[in-house]
C-alpha cells in the first residue's frame, strides 16, 4: 500500500505539470570534415521532442518548431523543423581553419551543442581571380558574371569567392560554388548613381580578383 | 322427570349435532335456568338460541355445554328454541333444533258460586283445589305453559260440579333468527336460519333485510334458510322475522366489516440488509466530446453496511483514447492516453422490486496514468499523468440467481491536463456489468 501510495505521489508530481522535455541532440554531421577551400552541401542529423501540446477535445496538436543551427558563428540551414530533423544546406568555404561547434536552439530555449563537430582544414587556393567582361548594367537588375580560378587544387576551385563593388551594392555577397574553376554567378548591382563600377572578388584564403569598370545605369 | 326433547332433523353426509337440555322444560322466574349439552359437534360449532342468553360452562372432550339464562324480565310462556351446527355455509340437514318449553306462573282470578271447591286444569296439569269466597271469588296460582290454549275451571258445590272453560291468550314465541357467519366480510353473503315453533299460529313466513338482497334457499317445515347479501357501502344490516300479516318475531342486526387492506395489501417490507461485501466487473465505453472517447472497463469492491440500502465501493478500472492531427506541413501527430481511475463510490440501492433492482451512484476518484505523443517528424515523448473525476450513476439490474447484471449509465465530469495535454476522459459512460454479493 505505502509503495502504491509512493508510485501515486511520484506520478503526480511528474503528471500534473507535464513531463520536462528533453534535451535536442546532433545526431550526426556530415561531412564532418572539410577542407577550407571548398564549399558544399553538409547534412545535419538533429534529433528533439518539439514543444507539442495536444488538445483531444478539439482533437487538434501544435507544435513549435521554430528553431536556430549554427556551424561556428555561421547561421545553417532553415528557420523551421523541417524533415523530421534531417537539415541540408549550403555551407560556403568561409570557414578559416579549425573546429567548429554545432548549435541547436529551438522555440523553446532548449538548446543542443555538438562541440568540435566540424572541422575545417587548410586548403588549396587559386592563385587569383579573372572576370569575363561586364557589359553595361541597370541598376536593380540582376546579370551573369563569369568567374574564372586560376590554378589552384587539381580538378579546379570548388570552393566560393565574396563579392563587392565598390561604392555599390551587390546580392549576393557570396558566390555559389566553384565547379572545376568555373563559375558563372547571377548578381544584382544596385547603385546610387550612375556611374562606372568594377566587381572584386575575393576568398578566404586573400586572393582576390577584378573586373573591367562597366557602366551601371539607373 | 321427562325426557329431553329433542327436535333433530335428518341427518345429511356430516352429522347433525345430537343436544339435550337438563331439565327438559322449566318455569319462568329469577331462578330460571338450564344446561344446554351438544355432542356429536365437529370444531366451529356454531349456536343460536330465540330467547335468553347462551354462555359457555364447563365441557368434556366428546361434549359442548352451555348454560342458558332466560331474560330477567321474561314471565310469559313460551317455546324457546336452540339451534346449533358446524361449518360458515350449514344446510338445513346440518342443524339441530332444540325447542325448551318454557311455562309461566300467574294467579288466575275466578268468580264461580259462593264457597264452591275450585279446581283448575291447564294443558293436563291440575292446580287446587282451592274454596272460593262467599262472593264466589277465587285467585288460584297456576303454571301455563306455550302450549296451553285454554284453562278449564271446575267448581264443585255439595253434589253438582260446573266446568267453565277459559280461553288463554298467550303471547307468540319468539322466532330464532340466527346468521352464519355472524358478520359479512366485506359484503359477502351470509346465511340466516328462521325456526319458528309449533306454537305459531299466524300464518307465512318472511324474512325482510333494510339494504341487502334476501333470498330464500332452503325450507323444511317450519324451518328456513335465507341467504343475505348486503348492498354495497352498507355497514350494517337490520332483520326483521315476521309473518305476513306484520307481526314481528325476531330481530338481528347484519355487521359487515371490512378487512384492513393495509395488513392484506402491503407486503412485508424486505428485510434489512445485513453487511456483505459485493465484487464485480464491468466494460463499455465513454464519450466526452472530440477524441475524448475510447473503451473502459473497471473492477469493482464494495461493502455493504449492515441495515442500510448502501454500499461503499472502491473501482479500479481502465480508459484508453488517443487521437491524430495533421500539423501543417511538418506530419502528423498522434496522442494516446491511458488512464487507470482509482475511485471511491457510494451506491444507494434505491429500489428493489422483485427480481429487478435499481441503485443510484456518486463518488469520485483520481486518473493516474500515461500520455504518449508520436509523430512521424520528431522523437516520441511519454509523461505521466493525473486527472480527477466526479460523477453520479444510475445502475439498473436483474438479480439472476447469486449474481446480478447491470447497466450503468454515468455522467461523468473529469479532466486530465498537462502543459502537452488537455483531455476529459469522462462525459458519458456506459458499462455492462455484473456482481455477486459474499456474505
Known amino acids: 500500500m505505502t509503495r502504491a501510495l509512493r508510485f501515486l505521489i511520484a506520478l503526480c508530481i511528474a503528471g500534473c505539470g507535464g513531463a520536462t522535455l528533453p534535451p535536442p541532440s546532433v545526431v550526426s554531421v556530415s561531412p564532418a570534415a572539410r577542407p577550407a577551400s571548398t564549399s558544399g552541401p553538409v547534412t545535419l542529423t538533429l534529433d528533439a521532442v518539439l514543444p507539442t501540446f495536444a488538445d483531444h477535445g478539439s482533437s487538434t496538436a501544435t507544435v513549435d518548431d521554430r528553431m536556430t543551427v549554427k556551424i561556428g558563428p555561421r547561421t545553417f540551414g532553415p528557420s523551421r523543423w523541417a524533415d523530421a530533423g534531417v537539415i541540408t544546406d549550403f555551407l560556403p568555404s568561409v570557414l578559416p581553419e579549425g573546429s567548429y561547434d554545432v548549435t541547436l536552439v529551438l522555440g523553446d530555449g532548449r538548446l543542443a551543442m555538438a562541440t568540435d563537430a566540424f572541422r575545417v582544414s587548410a586548403g588549396t587556393w587559386p592563385v587569383g581571380y579573372t572576370i569575363d567582361t561586364i557589359p553595361e548594367q541597370t541598376s536593380g537588375s540582376p546579370f551573369g558574371v563569369t568567374l574564372r580560378a586560376q590554378g589552384g587544387q587539381d580538378g579546379g576551385y570548388i570552393g566560393t569567392v565574396n563579392f563587392a563593388v565598390p561604392g555599390a551594392s551587390v546580392t549576393p555577397t557570396i558566390s555559389g560554388p566553384f565547379e572545376a574553376g568555373l563559375r558563372v554567378e547571377v548578381i544584382t548591382v544596385t547603385v546610387s548613381r550612375p556611374g562606372n563600377y568594377h566587381l572584386d572578388v575575393s576568398d578566404l584564403g586573400g586572393r582576390t580578383g577584378r573586373s573591367l569598370d562597366f557602366r551601371v545605369n539607373q | ?439
Open chain 2, 1 to 439: 322427570m321427562v325426557s329431553a326433547f329433542i327436535l333433530a332433523v335428518a341427518t345429511s353426509a356430516q352429522a347433525a349435532p345430537v343436544v339435550e337440555a337438563e331439565p327438559s322444560r322449566l318455569v319462568l322466574g329469577p331462578r330460571a335456568r338450564a344446561e344446554i349439552t351438544v355432542r356429536n359437534a365437529g370444531p366451529g360449532l356454531h349456536a343460536a338460541v330465540s330467547m335468553g342468553t347462551l354462555t359457555d360452562a364447563p365441557s368434556g372432550e366428546d361434549f359442548k355445554r352451555f348454560y342458558w339464562i332466560p331474560p330477567a324480565e321474561a314471565r310469559a310462556p313460551a317455546l324457546v328454541l336452540f339451534a346449533f351446527w358446524t361449518g360458515e355455509s350449514p344446510t338445513l340437514t346440518d342443524v339441530t333444533v332444540l325447542a325448551l318449553p318454557c311455562s309461566g306462573r300467574t294467579e288466575l282470578a275466578i268468580e264461580t258460586e259462593p264457597a264452591a271447591q275450585v279446581t283448575v286444569e291447564v294443558a293436563g296439569a291440575r292446580f287446587g283445589p282451592r274454596r272460593a269466597d262467599r262472593q264466589g271469588r277465587l285467585k288460584l296460582p297456576v303454571e301455563v305453559g306455550p302450549h296451553a290454549h285454554e284453562a278449564r275451571v271446575i267448581a264443585e258445590l255439595a253434589d253438582q260440579s260446573k266446568i267453565r272453560v277459559i280461553p288463554l291468550n298467550l303471547p307468540p314465541s319468539a322466532w330464532l333468527l340466527g346468521l352464519t357467519p355472524e358478520s359479512s366480510v366485506d359484503g359477502a353473503p351470509v346465511h340466516a336460519l328462521i325456526v319458528v315453533p309449533d306454537t305459531e299460529e299466524s300464518a307465512g313466513i318472511e324474512l325482510v333485510a333494510e339494504g341487502a338482497k334476501v333470498e330464500r334457499e332452503q325450507e323444511a317445515g317450519r324451518r328456513l334458510l335465507f341467504r343475505v347479501t348486503p348492498e354495497p357501502g352498507r355497514s350494517t344490516v337490520p332483520l326483521v322475522a315476521r309473518t305476513l300479516d306484520g307481526s314481528v318475531r325476531a330481530e338481528e342486526t347484519l355487521t359487515v366489516v371490512r378487512p384492513v387492506v393495509s395488513a392484506a395489501v402491503v407486503p412485508p417490507p424486505p428485510p434489512p440488509p445485513p453487511a456483505r461485501w459485493v465484487l464485480g466487473g464491468a466494460i463499455g465505453g465513454y464519450v466526452g466530446g472530440g477524441s475524448n472517447a475510447g473503451p473502459q472497463a473497471a473492477f469493482i469492491v464494495g461493502y455493504g453496511l449492515r441495515n442500510l440500502p448502501l454500499v461503499a465501493e472502491l473501482e479500479v478500472g481502465v480508459r484508453s483514447q488517443s487521437m491524430s492531427a495533421q500539423v501543417g506541413t511538418l506530419g502528423v501527430q498522434d496522442s494516446s492516453l491511458l488512464l487507470f481511475p482509482i475511485e471511491l463510490a457510494l451506491r444507494w440501492e434505491a429500489i428493489s422490486a422483485g427480481t429487478f433492482r435499481l441503485g443510484i451512484r456518486a463518488g469520485g476518484g483520481i486518473l493516474p496514468g500515461s500520455h504518449h505523443l508520436s509523430s512521424n517528424f520528431d522523437a516520441d515523448l511519454s509523461e505521466g499523468v493525473l486527472g480527477w473525476e466526479v460523477f453520479a450513476a444510475a445502475q439498473a439490474g436483474l438479480r439472476v440467481g447469486p449474481v446480478e447484471p447491470y447497466l450503468e449509465v454515468r455522467p461523468a465530469l473529469s479532466k486530465v491536463s498537462t502543459s502537452h495535454l488537455e483531455a476529459r476522459p469522462g462525459g458519458g459512460i456506459f458499462s455492462v456489468g455484473v456482481r455477486g454479493e459474499l456474505r
